[in-house]
């Protein structure tokens, strides 16, 4: 977890999505660092958390995730915090908002999905026969799904280097994210969507092949005043991709509020 | 190139080769042996080179203007945007990225991908640049080494699956306990929706291979209450679930709808797609139940089920098997507990038989020791008890037991309803008529409304939620006792077939008990009944006299004695007075009493003399038949004048008590009744005013601890020790000191006091008596000590005897004895001494008694001597000093 800005600024939680870790923010919060107190944090199994924290009970839904977040706000004594999450993060964080409304003032949902898997009357994106694929290739090539791409970055020349990166980025450990994998991608929370009550931003990238735009304007629908914003980014991580776009939509809803 | 030990062959033709390597570009690209993919910062396809087309079956018109996630399968899209993209834009590169790109035939391609970020000096990505190497070996290669990764997996999931039933198993001391481990493992092992076992019924109502198992759900798990239900329902209904043969799955399909449609239904609505029946059964193949599995769509979790609906009627044979190995397993922990159960139960039924063979032998009354059985049989066997005893009136007075104090009043209840008015159907009737055991398994509703009688039976019966009845008849040799009926509630559960047999113990026990109890009081309520018709309960008035009777039976034994006291008003104003004992106190003895007695009143009509009552009852005695032998004391008062006329017939002499002294009347004893006939001597004399007259049977003065002697002795004592006119208070007395709670005899006593002389009651004869001679009463308080030979003398003036034997005051009636008194002052002194020396007991009596005593007396106290000796064969058996002193 690391926190920076001033201590008594408005707090910004950014909350990652599956598949990485907080580095994920790294272009966004400079954006805000100025007049925020920002708090990024790995979920656990991810990046640098303790994975003695792991429990498959408690982390066998997103609740235990959400309840894991409530706990670093509470921790840190945060209120009013805008809660920015990325992917299931999105979901993670509508549950936090119900579980504890009292910390939380605002919602920014980056490519959110309340359901990846399809349904009566319902498009997710994939099929079950996707999703199961997805999980079976987590299940046979675990290593790839954690880290094991990092320590060829640096090349073959200079092992000690690509240990050192394969320290830095996106390590997550095999198990969990396979359980994670399986968590984000056969849960359903549509039906949280209508009781959030905090103001919500919607940020739906163009052509995003894992968060359709058919699916974040069926989160905007769902959520009671949330606003929609479409980026021009494409693909899932725009924060990535287009951290200044990500930053300014950021910026005006939040100016709105 | 230039490596001198490459073969020379190869630079045989290097001007070709030359060629060859000056290669064009344009072609390397197009035809590179790896695909080539050039995107747009953002994942868009620009370039394309042929080699990937060729692969994928696309044209680069098709490719370019797509981003790549749209080319890859659906995981490898994922994997794209939430892994690879990130990390190239962190990175800069990856390298050997597993993806499946789809071909235009929908095919899946597997590839290795390598991409480096072009970025401008700013660190801005320009362009990625990536490369594709067909994997297709290789992934083939991975996937087996997944597969038997998987399948090593899989095989050690079970091995752990299967360990770790077992470790449970062996911890559990309970069907339940070995039902719980089994549905919960089985469950997770197979990965099911719900699982349930059931354990088949062992009970007499099933024969083998007829019908259906009845069974019972011993545990499930994740089974909703509906198809839980409908399982159970199919269960009882006779689904075969208990039978031999493997692990069957059985899809929901046309086949099981047919069968059992509700199941059916019920499954489809819970969205399940098969049941697996897994045999549970012994290690001898015995089948002791099934456990049933659910398989479809696993409801308790929060996440969405992978599986399509329909997709998991097919179990894998790896797991059909682990489930046949945890039937096993179960069914061979089932006997274990099972035993070990019975095992535990026998030793408590064993204890609880003990304690009721115990409380039976205990000698309380019948009544006290049903109550016992029963209040012990609701702390160990039952919840509720009912005992019928079976009567002259059918069966009658109920006890009854309830475990739970909160119940008593139901059951008392109960016992107040439902007797009179049961008829046939009742299964204690049943129990009682069939002479069988009567045992109704889970009675229900419609049992209820069938055996009991009233609205009001029927109410408490429900009340006390009976769920199932055991009905026992206590029946000893054919003959019908009663019955005993255990009922279980709700909170106790089914009886088993061992609790039936303990029961059935139970009742053996209790009619063996009851039947030697019933017998015993049955006696001892006849014998006393006689007894009481025998003793008159209070004797008639006598004017001028106090008279008091007392009548104690032995404390031991039958309980019933041979002894009485009578007094009779005879015509013409004289009293008889009657003390006897017949020999032994059994009913037998009281049997010949009554006879004796009858007999006796009978006799006297006729107005006898006492000497020749016992005469015509020694000739009456061989018609009588009488079994036993008797003694017996008959005495004649004239009221009016004290006039007093004894015959003794082997008795014990009479105790004159007066003035302060007591003295053994010298009542010469006769024969013994039922001896060889004898005749009696008669005693005459008069009582004094004040003076008390004693008549016992030898229970009052013979001890195992003592002598005849010494306990006539003690009777003179007691007798003085106290005021002597008042016959009750010197009965008690008497009683008190000589008789105490633990007699070996019965006691009968008659104690006569002619009352102070009334002037204006007796003016006649008693007034001449006193004219010429003084007499002096006990209550004459004033008499001299020195005086009271000569007062108690006095106190027995000789009336109308032929023979005078003293000069003093008493005569030896002549009556057939022609006996001369002894030449002594008291004569009834030595005679009473004699008679305690015939008896064995004085010799220097008896020296005393023969140095002044006829032939004829000698000859009358050896035939009392005779009979006196049977006695106390009687009483003391096998002792031999008695015999020596014979």
């Known amino acids: 977890m690391r926190v920076s800005g001033p201590g008594t600024a408005r707090p910004m939680v950014f909350a990652h999505g599956f598949g990485c870790d907080q580095t994920m923010w790294r272009a966004v919060v400079p954006h805000f660092a100025a007049d925020h107190r920002v708090v990024t944090f790995d979920h656990v199994g991810a990046g640098g958390s303790d994975l003695s924290a792991y429990d498959p009970e408690r982390h066998g839904s997103l609740r235990g995730y959400a309840e894991d977040l409530v706990e670093v706000v509470r921790e840190l004594d945060l209120t009013d915090v805008v809660l920015v999450g990325h992917s299931v993060s999105s979901m993670i964080g509508v549950l936090a908002v119900l579980t504890a409304p009292e910390r939380f003032g605002a919602l920014v949902m980056v490519g959110p999905s309340p359901r990846y898997v399809d349904d009566e009357d319902y498009t997710g994106g994939f099929s079950r026969a996707d999703v199961a694929a997805l999980l079976e290739s987590l299940d046979s090539n675990p290593a790839q799904w954690s880290a094991a791409l990092a320590p060829l970055v640096a090349g073959p020349d200079n092992p000690d280097v690509a240990l050192e990166l394969a320290e830095s980025f996106c390590r997550t450990d095999p198990r969990i994210a396979r359980d994670f994998a399986r968590v984000t991608f056969l849960s359903d929370n549509r039906d949280d969507l209508p009781a959030v009550r905090v103001p919500t931003l919607v940020l739906q990238c163009t052509d995003d092949a894992i968060a359709p735009e058919v699916v974040g304007r069926y989160v905007h629908s769902r959520v009671p005043g949330s606003v929609f914003t479409r980026l021009s980014a494409t693909g899932h991580c725009p924060h990535l991709s287009a951290p200044e776009e990500t930053a300014a939509a950021i910026r005006a809803f939040l100016r709105t509020l | ?886």
């Open chain 2, 1 to 886: 190139m230039t490596d001198p030990s490459a073969p020379r062959d190869r630079l045989e033709q290097p001007e070709e080769l030359a060629r060859l390597l000056v290669e064009d570009p344009a072609d390397l690209y197009e035809h590179a042996p790896c695909g080539y993919l050039s995107l747009l910062p953002d994942g868009r396809v620009v370039k394309v080179n042929r080699t990937f087309c060729d692969w994928t079956g696309l044209t680069p018109g098709a490719v370019v203007g797509l981003r790549l996630p749209d080319l890859l399968s659906a995981g490898s899209r994922v994997f794209y945007e939430t892994h690879l993209a990130p990390l190239l834009r962190l990175q800069g590169a990856v390298r050997e990225a597993a993806l499946d790109v789809v071909r235009a035939d929908g095919s899946v391609l597997p590839c290795l991908l390598n991409a480096i970020e072009v970025r401008d000096e700013g660190g801005r990505p320009l362009l990625v640049r990536a490369t594709v190497f067909e994997a297709t070996s290789r992934r083939r290669y991975e996937r087996a080494l997944l597969a038997a990764q998987r399948t090593a997996t899989e095989s050690e999931r079970r091995a752990r699956t299967l360990q770790q039933v077992v470790s449970e198993l062996a911890a559990a001391a309970s069907p339940e306990q070995v039902a719980e481990v089994v549905v919960r493992r089985a469950r997770a092992a197979v990965d099911a929706s719900g699982a349930g076992l059931w354990l088949a019924v062992p009970g007499p109502d099933h024969v083998s291979g007829q019908g259906p198992v009845p069974v019972v759900l011993a545990a499930s798990d994740g089974l909703g209450p509906a198809l839980l239900a409908e399982l159970t329902a199919a269960a009882e209904g006779g689904a075969d679930l208990v039978r031999s043969g493997g692990v069957r799955t059985v899809p929901v399909g046309p086949a099981l709808g047919a069968a059992w449609p509700e199941l059916a239904g019920a499954l489809i609505g819970a969205a399940q797609d098969a049941v697996v029946v897994v045999p549970v059964s012994a290690a001898d193949d015995r089948h002791l139940g099934a456990l049933v599995l659910v398989l479809g769509v696993v409801g308790d979790s929060e996440l969405i089920s992978l599986a399509e609906p329909g997709t998991r009627g097919a179990l894998p044979e790896a797991d059909a098997e682990l489930l046949a190995t945890l039937g096993r397993q179960a069914g061979q922990a089932l006997e274990r507990v099972r035993l070990h159960q019975e095992t535990a139960r026998q030793a408590t039924r064993s204890a609880f038989l003990l304690d009721a063979a115990r409380l039976m032998a205990a000698g309380h009354g019948v009544a006290e020791t049903i109550e016992r059985i029963a209040e012990l049989a609701v702390s160990r066997l039952a919840d509720m008890c009912v005992v019928d005893l079976m009567t002259e009136g059918g069966l009658v007075q109920p006890v009854v037991a309830h475990a739970d104090p909160a119940r008593r009043h139901l059951i008392e209840e109960l016992r107040d309803v439902h007797l009179p008015r049961r008829d046939g159907a009742h299964p204690s009737v049943r129990a009682m008529v069939e002479h069988r055991t009567i045992w109704l398994r889970g009675v229900d509703e419609a049992e209820l409304v069938r055996f009991t009688t009233s609205p009001r039976h029927l109410a408490v019966t429900r009340a006390l939620e009976l769920t199932d009845l055991i009905c026992v008849p206590l029946v000893l040799e054919n003959r019908p006792l009663g019955v005993i009926s255990l009922g279980a509630d709700a909170r106790h559960g089914l009886f088993t077939e061992a609790d039936v047999e303990t029961a059935e113990q139970l009742a053996l026990q209790m009619s063996q008990g009851m039947d030697v109890a019933q017998r015993y009081e049955l006696e001892w309520r006849t014998s006393h009944t006689l007894q009481a018709s025998l003793l008159p309960p209070t004797p008639p008035e006598v004017p001028g006299y106090a008279l008091a009777v007392r009548y104690l039976p032995a404390s031991r034994g039958a309980d019933v004695g041979g002894d009485f006291h009578d007094v009779v008003p005879l015509p013409g104003g004289d009293v008889a007075l009657a003390v006897g004992d017949v020999v032994g106190h059994d009913v037998t003895a009281a049997a010949t009493m009554g006879q004796l007695r009858s007999v006796h009143r009978a006799l006297l009509v006729d107005l006898p003399g006492p000497a020749a009552l016992v005469d015509r009852l020694h000739g009456s005695w061989p018609l009588l038949g009488l079994p036993r032998m008797a003694t017996a004391l008959f005495a004649r008062l004239d009221p009016a004048t004290g006039d007093l006329r004894i015959a003794s017939a082997g008795h014990l002499p009479p105790l004159l008590v007066a003035g302060g002294r007591a003295e053994l009347l010298d009542v010469r004893p006769g024969r013994l009744l039922g001896a060889p006939p004898g005749p009696a001597p008669e005693w005459a004399g008069r009582l004094a005013p004040g003076a008390t007259l004693v008549f016992y049977t030898d229970g009052l003065v013979e001890s195992r601890t003592a002598d005849l002697d010494a306990g006539l002795e003690r009777l003179r004592a007691v007798a003085v020790q106290g005021p002597t006119t008042d016959p009750g208070a010197l009965c008690d007395r008497l009683l008190d000191a000589l008789a105490g709670p633990r007699r070996a005899d019965d006691v009968a006593l008659l104690v006569l006091t002619r009352l102070p002389a009334d002037p204006l009651a007796a003016p006649g004869r008693a007034a001449d008596h006193r004219s010429h001679r003084p007499v002096i009463g006990a209550g004459c308080e004033e008499a001299a000590v020195e005086q009271a030979r000569s007062d108690l003398t006095d106190a027995l003036e000789g009336a109308s005897g032929d023979v005078s034997v003293s000069g003093d005051a008493m005569r030896w009636s002549p009556g057939r004895t022609e006996v001369p008194a002894p030449p002594v002052a008291f004569p009834g002194l030595d005679v009473a001494a004699g008679l305690g020396s015939v008896l064995g007991l004085d010799p220097a009596a008896v020296r005393r008694l023969v140095t002044g005593a006829v032939d004829r007396l000698t000859t009358v106290a050896g035939d009392v001597a005779d009979g006196l000796r049977l006695l106390t064969r009687d009483a003391f058996p096998g002792d031999p000093s008695r015999d020596e002193d014979r």
